[in-house]
C-alpha cells in the first residue's frame, strides 16, 4: 500500500476556509449560483467529480475487487411505490418539524434542537409535526394518487427487492453481501453544512445476508471493518468515535445500529459520517425488510438450506456510507495550513490526500516554460504517464507557485523536468508532504511508471 499523509497535527477550524478552496479549485460551486443558489444543493466541479470516483473505487476495491463474497447492483431510482410502502418508508420515514411562530418563521428538526424558542428570532415555536422525507414524484401524464413514485431514500430497498435475483444467479450461499452505490434523496429542512447534508447525495451501501442468529457476530465485524477503512485511506482516528443509538431511538427496522462519527468543524462537533445497522429485526432474527417485502409481494425471499431441507430467511448487517459526505471527510482531514518560515510569513495550503483519493496522481512540470526542449520532453512524460493514471500538466508560473498550486489540490508528487533531464533522462520528484526534492533521488524517465506504480498502489 502506498504511504499515508505524513503525521501532521492541523486541523480545519473553519468549515469555510475549505468551502472557500473548494470553490477556487473546482471541487465542489454552489448549485445554480448565478440564480442566488438553491439551499442544500450543490455541483460537483472537474476535481470534485475525479474524488468522488476515488472514494467510490476505493470502497468496491476493499469491498467487491477484494472479497469473494459481495455482488455489485444497480437498481432503478425510480421504480414501484409499494417497495416503498413495504418497508415501511412511507408511514415511518419521519422527521419531526417545528416553526417560528414569531417574526423569522424558520423552520427546524424538533430533534435537532433543544429549546422552546427560535435560535434564530427567540419567537415561539409550533408544536412539532410529523413530515415525510421522501420526494414525491409523478410517473405518466396523470397527476393522482395513481401515478405518484418516489424518489429513493436509500439504496437498501433497490438491493432487498434483487435479494432473490442476485442469490440465485450468482449462486451465493450465506453469508454473502450485495451492494450499491447510487444518488439516494432526502428533503432535508435543516441546514447542510456545506455537502454533509444535501437533498441529494450519494451512498454507497452492503446488505450482508448471514444465517440467522449469527448477526450480532457479523455486526461487531462490520463496525470493526468500516472504520479501519477510513483510517487506511488517512482519516486520523484520533477524529473518529462510535456512537451506540439508543435502543428507543433505533430505526423501525434496526436491532441495532452503530454510527461511525468524525469530529466536523461545525456543528456540535462529532456527526455521523456511517451508519452500520442490525437490520436483522424479523421473526426470529432475520431480515427486516425481506420480511415485509415477502408480506407484501408474496414471493418468497429466502435461501434453500440443503442439509436443514427448508427455506430460511437470512438476518442482514448495513454497513450505509454516504459517498459524498465521505469526499467531505477526507477532504476536512487532509486540510492543513502549514508555516513554511520562521518569520510566518510563508503558508502553505495543502491537501495531504492519500493518493488513492487525490484527484490527480501526478503533475508533470518543465523548469522552464519557454524552454521549448524542456517542454518537449515533458508532454512526452505527460503523454506516457496520462496513458495510466489522471495526471495534471502545469507550465503557467514560477516552479514554487506551481508547486503550491498543487499542494492545495492534494497531488502527492510533482515530476520536474530540467536541463539535466536534457543530457541524463532522468526527472526530479516533489513529495507533497514532506516538500522534499531530493529523497527519491534523480529517477530515469523509463523508469518513472514502474515508480509511480509502487508508490501508489493501494
Ligand atoms: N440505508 C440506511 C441509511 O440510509 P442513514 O444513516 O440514513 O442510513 C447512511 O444514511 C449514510 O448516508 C449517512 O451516514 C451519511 O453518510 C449519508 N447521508 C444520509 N443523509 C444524507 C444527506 N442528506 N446528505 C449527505 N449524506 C447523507
Redo the contacts with the bound molecule.
Sequence with gaps: MATTAEPRAGRLDDLQKLVALCKRRGFVFPSAEIYGGFANTYDYGPLGVLLKNNVRDAWVRTNIQRRDDIDLIDAALITSPKVWVASGHVSEFNDPLVQCLGECKNRYRADQIDTTRCPNCGGPLDAPRMFNTMFKTQVGPVEDEESIAYLPP???QGIFVNFANVASTMRRKLPFGIAQIRK?F?N?ITPGNF????LE?E?M?IEYFVEPGTDEESFEYWVGERERWYIDLGVRRENLRRFEHPADKLSHYSKRTV?IEYRFPFGEGWG????I?NRSKGPDNSSWDLWQHEQSSGQRLTLFDEEKKQHIRPGVV?P???L???ALTFLIDAYDEEVIDATKTDVRTVLHLHPALAPYKACVLPQYRNKPDLVRVARGVYEELRRRWMIAYDSGSNIGKLYRRQDEIGTPYCITIDFQSLEDNKVTIRDRDSMDQSRFGRVPIEELRGWLDSHLDY
Design positions: 436509500e439504496t437498501a439516494s432526502r432535508e455537502v454533509f447534508r444535501t447525495f451512498q451501501e454510527d455521523e459520517l456511517e451508519g445497522a448495513e450505509a456510507a454516504g459524498t459526505r465521505a
